[in-house]
T-cell receptor, first 113, second 115 residues
Framework: ETGVTQSPTHLIKTRGQQVTLRCSSQ?????VSWYQQALGQGPQFIFQ???????GRGNFPPRFSGLQFPNYSSELNVNALELDDSALYLC????????????FGEGSRLTVL | AQSVTQLGSHVSVSEGALVLLRCNYS??????LFWYVQYPNQGLQLLLK??????LVKGINGFEAEFKKSETSFHLTKPSAHMSDAAEYFC?????????????FGQGTRLTINP
């Protein structure tokens, strides 16, 4: 098992810019989920990808978008960054049909100035 | 809609003392329940999960949790705290259906261990 890896670990952007975060899922996992964790809060579900298609979405605007690739890795894209987008973005992989047991990466910490 | 409430944003115990972290859930369907731990500057690690089998669930690092349907609770306990248990703990609920495996997390409880 290689675990879930995310990049970059830290980044700083300015308001209005765009950002792409990357995630490699654990070997054998076919589903990727993204969560946003604001400072002092619990993670919030952004969306999930399975078979390269979005498979469920939380309460996030369309400027949050994603991709899943044939090797099950994934990207999270955020356009028109706002100050409130500053957070730890967590990627988690799982096996579809699994009872919600997610394996999380260490996250990408985004600061928007 | 599902939700989770963690009672107490901060809990402080002495090394060797009992750890009790409280979690209450709301769910319109039989829930799947989880406890995750987050160490500083790290992602989340699964401690244990309840998936409608035994109501007392044992996890890693000596932690366990009991599902009580009548109280809609899933409290996390450990008989004797260790310094390495200091971390943020999150309770989460999932519907566990074949669709999106969305977890709904509580706000978290920061556990401090006093020497």
């Amino acid at each position: 098992e290689t675990g879930v890896t995310q990049s970059p670990t830290h980044l700083i952007k300015t308001r209005g810019q765009q950002v792409t975060l990357r995630c490699s899922s654990q070997s054998g996992h076919n589903t990727v989920s993204w969560y946003q964790q604001a400072l002092g809060q619990g993670p919030q579900f952004i969306f999930q990808y399975y078979r390269e298609e979005e498979n469920g979405r939380g309460n996030f605007p369309p400027r949050f978008s994603g991709l899943q690739f044939p090797n099950y890795s994934s990207e999270l894209n955020v356009n028109a960054l706002e100050l409130d987008d500053s957070a730890l973005y967590l990627c988690a992989s799982s096996l579809r049909g699994n009872t919600g047991e997610l394996i999380f990466g260490e996250g990408s910490r985004l600061t928007v100035l | 809609a599902q939700s989770v409430t963690q009672l107490g944003s901060h809990v402080s115990v002495s090394e060797g003392a009992l750890v009790l972290l409280r979690c209450n859930y709301s769910s319109s369907v039989p829930p799947y329940l989880f406890w995750y731990v987050q160490y500083p500057n790290q992602g989340l690690q699964l401690l244990l999960k309840y998936t409608s089998a035994a109501t007392l669930v044992k996890g890693i690092n000596g932690f366990e949790a009991e599902f009580k349907k009548s109280e809609t609770s899933f409290h996390l306990t450990k008989p004797s705290a260790h310094m390495s248990d200091a971390a943020e703990y999150f309770c989460a609920v999932s519907r566990g259906f074949q669709g999106a495996q969305k977890l709904v997390f509580g706000q978290g409880t920061r556990l401090t261990i006093n020497p």
